[in-house]
């Protein structure tokens, strides 16, 4: 399929997703042209994808139902992207304590159903450091959802304008869960800093830089205020980093609801709607598959597909 072609159409598919599971609106406070159909000349963009350590979990958490009782050990992703001169992180790993202490961080319920093994150089602060960047030096966070292994190194955030964009609904789930107290998916203490970052909700398709390149579009169903990234490389194909609306390529093959989901119904649809874009041409990212991230480019080599 030519390539031309299958951006064109993939880009059409991405708004078509974002409005069959959220509502396509102008963000908040941000840069989007979701109206726009002729972008201007791209800017050099390129991922990377960084591994922070495993969870020790069991099937049925990851694919619902599915071979109970089976131990399956799954990384921890998060991505960074270059976009000419700017610098753009997607999640961020699990907070460094998960090194020192997982079960006094997380809480034993929690490392029950999901154990991690990290170390302190797999922590996001540190890794990011073979890009020769620091978390200041980054023009934007976007977080797919609050989740632990996912928002847990916010803090490195702390004291910086560094926006951090999350789904609106997504913001007031992490509210909700922080005035709750309990360690759940959502860890308080990951939230702690809260008052000194920069947070910017979004409702809807967010185009960070106006060009189509680095977009935000909701997935909801694993949370309520999930999304995931597409991201156009230079090279190579399009990427749709899912974050948990896909942990592995077993969900989507097979349309199995994650282990986790607010929504399962929901969930199944963010599915169906990457099984319809990896068609015309996208690599879906799943952020949690062993054997997927076996075979894969990370840290400072370009991630390709
Ligand atoms: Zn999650």
């Known amino acids: 399929m030519p390539s031309q072609i299958s951006r064109r159409n993939f880009l059409t598919l991405a708004g078509a997703a974002a409005l069959s599971v959220g509502a396509l609106a102008a963000p908040t406070g941000s840069r989007a042209q979701s109206g726009k159909t002729s ?9 990377y994808a960084f591994l922070c350590g495993i969870l020790k979990t069991q099937t049925q958490y990851m ?5 109970v009782g089976t131990p399956f050990d799954i990384p921890v992703t998060f991505f960074v992207v270059k976009h000419g001169k700017d610098w753009v992180a997607f999640d961020t ?6 090194a020192k202490d997982p079960v006094a961080y997380w809480g034993e319920p929690v490392t029950k159903a999901y154990y991690p093994v990290m170390k302190d150089y797999e922590e996001f602060h540190v890794q990011i450091k073979k890009l020769g960047i ?18 847990g190194a916010i803090d490195n955030l702390k ?10 609904k997504e913001i007031e789930i992490i509210k909700k869960a922080v005035a709750d107290g309990k360690k759940t998916a959502y860890i308080p203490e990951d939230f702690k800093v809260m008052d000194q970052l920069n947070i ?22 694993h949370t309520e205020g999930h999304q995931s990234l597409l ?16 942990y592995t390529l077993e969900n989507m093959q097979d349309a199995i609801p994650p ?4 929504d399962v119904p929901r969930s199944v649809q963010a599915l169906y709607a990457f099984k319809a874009m990896k068609y015309i041409g996208a690599e879906i990212v799943p952020s949690h598959d062993p054997d997927y991230w076996k075979t894969k480019p990370v840290g400072s080599k370009v991630f390709e597909a």
């Open 39 to 47: 972008p201007a000349p791209a800017a050099d963009v390129a991922a």
């Open 63 to 67: 694919l619902k139902d599915t071979r």
């Open 93 to 98: 790993g699990n907070n460094a304590m998960v």
């Open 134 to 151: 620091a978390p200041k030096d980054l023009k934007a966070v976007i977080l797919s959802h609050g989740h632990l292994d996912h928002a």
């Open 159 to 168: 004291g910086t304008d560094v926006p951090i964009y999350l789904q609106q």
């Open 200 to 221: 910017k909700g979004v409702d809807g398709v967010f185009d960070l830089f106006g060009d189509q390149t680095v977009v935000a579009f909701p997935t909801p169903g």
């Open 231 to 246: 991201v156009k490389q230079s090279k190579g194909h399009p990427l749709v980093l899912a974050a948990d609306a896909m």
């Open 259 to 262: 282990g986790l989901a607010w």
